[in-house]
């Protein structure tokens, strides 16, 4: 189900989505300062291209935390309340609930992406 899923996400707007979180993360890198955010964009991206079949592992340390913090404060809440509002949106047909699903897994992981990990369960 996870294969369908993931299809239908990419052409409908996932590969859009996942092309301009990767763009995103490029620029980040072009700064030193700025490719530990790029390397988070990277991981949208990764997210964003097919998030069926998908889980994310939340964990780190001190640094992850504070990292997090002013990823959160600066990036965070609004990639957060914008995936959300779109999981909210989907979520209002019957179709579009499992797509307003991962908006809501997105949402999740934009809130505090340092530390974590995207693991495959199929």
Same mark, same amino acid.
């Given at each position: 189900?996870?294969?369908f899923g993931?299809?239908?996400w990419f052409i409908f707007?996932?590969?859009l989505s996942g092309l301009l979180w990767?763009?995103?993360?490029?620029v980040w890198c072009i700064s030193i300062i700025g490719i530990p955010y790029g390397i988070q964009c990277f991981k949208f991206a990764l997210m964003s291209f097919c998030p069926?079949?998908?889980e994310v592992e939340y964990g780190?340390?001190?640094v992850s935390f504070i990292v997090n913090v002013i990823w959160f404060l600066f990036f965070g809440i609004? &990639?957060?309340l914008a995936h959300f509002f779109m999981g909210c949106i989907l979520? &209002?047909?019957?179709?579009?609930i499992p797509f307003g699903i991962q908006f809501f897994k997105i949402a999740k992981l934009s809130l505090a992406p340092f530390g974590t990990v995207i693991v495959s369960c199929i």
């Open positions: 189900m996870s294969f993931n299809i239908i707007g996932g590969f990767a763009g995103a993360g490029v069926f079949g998908k780190g340390g001190a609004w &990639m957060a979520c &209002m047909t019957i179709i579009g």
